[in-house]
């Protein structure tokens, strides 16, 4: 053994790490007692998640990759960390729990019905026209754009925000004849006189014309 | 009058039984292990991988829950029991602590020759400071990243890695003044 005067920080995680090496096992009788419990808590129907979009975007994202990523990864990225997943992916057993459990998050969480989509009209369908013949001013069309994103206080409750974006070559004039249209960039050519004392009377009220 | 039409149910969503018993298998040992190293008492250690899970499921069921790794979520949840254990303590009397060296001295006064290896623990217990003890844990006997750690104890990296050389340099200063 080394001298102790010479110990080391390095010698000291080596210390460690072979203190590691004994540690005590979890009872089996107090850990198969707190399975138990802890599973008895659980409801048959298991527990029902709040938060199940998580997991859904999780698996969508994963989807578009699938061919590239591995169960091992897939595991990892739904929550179990690197090493987790070693011992998931040494204990078959685990691996078959928790692709059970990973189907049925995905069949569970997938949306039952697929999104409604409007249909589209034919595209030889063509705008009617007035008595006049004239086409009418279609309608100024506002483009809405939202984007729900969701953000996750640590409570887990799910505050999406909504933005909403309008497009601005759409927006309606309410009196385009009589709304002075006001270009800032626009720098004045001639001095308005509104100045104190440079206020411009009216030519006949001049007193000193030349 | 129009009837309206009933869609089809949400899907419900839900963790079954068989992906807690999966987590519950995966983790329970190691936070034993963890709760063991901190507090000495097989019973206590048993207690708290109990307070763990249960906290898991409610914050699970309330729609909180991992968001990125499970592990870290997990050894989160049992960092702050100790937390509040350990601050349960300074306000009321150390019993458990006072026992806990009661029976170490008593060890001493018996001549029992104790090796580095004890004495090392000892010093974990004795020389550190609450979070000193929870970043050379998790570090060295849990085998954790000090990204992890510091993701765990709600702290900045920087803050870990200044908590583990401290630490360190305690333990090598206990160790090296040891009579």
């Known amino acids: 053994m080394k001298n102790r005067a010479r110990i080391t920080e390095k010698d000291v995680k080596a210390l460690l790490a072979k203190l590691r090496g004994s540690q005590t096992e979890y009872p089996p009788e107090l850990l198969s007692n707190r399975r138990y419990m802890f599973l008895g808590r659980v409801p048959q129907a298991g527990i029902f998640i709040a938060n199940a979009e998580i997991y859904k975007r999780i698996l969508q994202g994963l989807r578009s990759t699938a061919s590239l990523v591995t169960r091992v990864v897939l595991l990892s990225i739904i929550g179990l960390s690197a090493a987790g997943t070693t011992l998931v992916a040494t204990n078959p057993g685990l691996i078959r729990v928790f692709e059970e459990g990973l189907n049925n998050i995905e069949r569970i969480i997938a949306p039952a019905t697929p999104l409604e989509t409007l249909p589209s009209p034919p595209p030889d369908q063509k705008i009617p026209t007035t008595r006049?013949?004239?086409?009418?001013?279609p309608m100024p069309t506002f483009t809405l754009v939202s984007t729900l994103t969701p953000s996750i206080t640590p409570l887990g409750t799910q505050t999406p925000t909504l933005a909403l974006g309008i497009n601005p070559t759409n927006m309606p004039n309410a009196n385009p004849t009589n709304t002075p249209k006001f270009n800032p960039t626009n720098t004045p050519k001639d001095n308005p006189g509104h100045h104190y004392g440079q206020t411009p009377t009216p030519p006949g009220k001049r007193t000193n014309t030349p | 009058m129009v009837e309206k039409k009933k869609g089809p149910e949400p899907p419900p969503n839900r963790l079954d039984q068989g992906?807690?018993?999966?987590?519950?298998?995966?983790?329970?040992r190691s936070i034993f292990r963890y709760a063991l190293r901190l507090c000495e008492d097989p019973l206590e250690a048993d207690q708290i991988v109990g307070d763990v899970f249960a906290l898991f499921q409610k914050q699970v069921s309330r729609g909180g829950g991992p968001r990125t790794e499970l592990r870290t979520y997990v050894y989160k949840i049992a960092y702050r029991i100790f937390m509040d254990h350990a601050r349960e303590r300074q306000r009321t009397v150390p019993t458990g602590t006072a026992e806990l060296n009661r029976r170490r001295d008593s060890l001493d006064s018996l001549g029992e020759k104790q090796t580095l290896l004890e004495e090392l623990g000892s010093a974990i217990q004795k020389n550190l400071t609450e979070k000193q003890k929870h970043v050379i844990i998790l570090r060295y006997q849990e085998g954790l990243g000090l990204?992890?750690?510091?993701?765990?104890?709600?702290?900045d990296i920087n803050a870990i890695k200044s908590l583990q050389k401290r630490g360190l340099s305690k333990l090598q200063k206990s160790l090296v003044d040891k009579p």
């Open chain 1, 132 to 137: 006049s013949g004239e086409t009418p001013t």
């Open chain 2, 19 to 28: 992906v807690l018993a999966a987590i519950f298998d995966l983790y329970s």
């Open chain 2, 147 to 155: 990204r992890e750690i510091a993701d765990i104890m709600g702290k």
